[in-house]
Nanobody, 126 residues
Framework: QVQLMESGGDSVQAGGSLRLSCSVS????????MFWFRQAPGMPREGVAS??????????WVAESVRDRFTISHNSAQNTLYLDMNSLKPWDTAKYYC?????????????????WGQGTQVTVSS
């Protein structure tokens, strides 16, 4: 059974930094995509970043709105996905989720992703 578990969410002041982690277990996919999404109360879910993981190397994408502040990375040895967030703003406040899908790297239909974590809360105060 594939399990994703996020951690690292916290309450921080604007300008601060956080590293979110998503620990993955139970899969045997050789190639797959992983994602970070976020959702603030009353707002639609927003794709933040994705990474295509395969033996020849990873390929990352980060949403333009956060590209100068957020970085996605993956440690294959530890089976862990990361999201490094710097210069946090109050509007970064949201619950952050990781997801994994072995068939697509498109963010178009996230409801169809095979696996999701439970999320971790990030709160940024001004």
């Amino acid at each position: 059974q594939v399990q994703l578990m996020e951690s690292g969410g916290d309450s921080v002041q604007a300008g601060g930094s956080l590293r979110l982690s998503c620990s993955v277990s139970g899969h045997t996919y050789r190639k797959y995509c992983m994602f970070w999404f976020r959702q603030a109360p009353g707002m639609p879910r927003e794709g933040v970043a994705s990474i295509f993981i395969w033996p020849s190397g990873d390929k990352q994408w980060v949403a333009e709105s956060v590209r100068d502040r957020f970085t996605i990375s993956h440690n294959s040895a530890q089976n862990t996905l990361y999201l490094d967030m710097n210069s946090l703003k109050p509007w970064d406040t949201a619950k952050y989720y990781c997801a994994l899908d072995p068939t697509t790297c498109s963010l178009t239909n996230p409801d169809q992703f095979a696996h999701w974590g439970q999320g971790t809360q990030v709160t940024v105060s001004s």
